[in-house]
């Protein structure tokens, strides 16, 4: 896993995912989605990122 501080995603604490890298087989590129929550620990966004262009993000909720 790759550093979530230097990648623009900072550390979660409880519990919470703050990102999760993965690269397949047939291509091999990484890929991530890092992800936002509240103050109450609940979901908002889902930021995917490739490293073919890290500095894009596309959101999802």
């Known amino acids: 896993m790759c550093d979530s501080h230097t ?3 900072v550390r ?12 397949t087989a047939n291509d091999g590129i990484l890929r991530r989605y ?5 103050d109450l620990n609940r979901l908002r966004a889902g930021y995917y990122q490739n490293s073919q262009n890290p500095s894009a993000k596309t959101a999802s909720v």
């Open 12 to 23: 979660q604490r409880w519990g919470n995912i703050a990102e999760v890298d993965w690269a």
């Open 34 to 38: 890092g992800y936002v929550y509240d």
């Open 7 to 9: 990648k623009g995603f």
